[in-house]
């Protein structure tokens, strides 16, 4: 049985070409690499890669989202899959309320 992790709200912040990418991408990948579930989310904007991928070459899988339904695609795919960890890689192109209601609720129910 998993022990049950404690809800967090992890938040990369750096300037362009910081390693922000490769971090949530480790990050990820250790989660996966302990039986962890994760989903990962990008904006629909950003037409570079199919999944998420560091400027390392390090990449993720992911869902792409329109910037403007994206929170509600995310609480649809969450009920869904049941993900343990939610990674929404280039949040900033994503702001609204309605996604910064969608992180609150994420964390209050155990989402990290």
């Known amino acids: 049985m998993m022990k049950a ?3 967090q709200l992890l938040v990369l912040t750096g ?3 910081s390693g922000k990418s490769d971090l949530l991408i480790q990050h990820a990948r250790k989660r ?4 962890i579930r994760v989903s990962a989310f990008k904006p629909s904007t950003d ?3 199919v ?3 560091s400027r390392s070459g390090l990449k ?3 869902q792409k989202v329109h910037p403007k339904l994206g929170a509600t695609s995310i609480r649809f795919a969450v ?3 049941e993900p343990h960890t939610v990674i929404i890689d280039e949040f900033q192109f994503m702001m609204s309320y309605d996604y910064i209601r969608l992180v609150q609720e994420l ?3 155990g989402y990290e």
């Open 5 to 7: 992790l404690e809800p």
């Open 15 to 17: 300037p362009m070409k």
């Open 32 to 35: 996966q690499e302990q039986g």
């Open 47 to 49: 037409t570079r890669d």
């Open 51 to 53: 999944e998420i991928k």
């Open 60 to 62: 993720i899988d992911c």
């Open 79 to 81: 009920l869904a899959h």
């Open 107 to 109: 964390v209050a129910k």
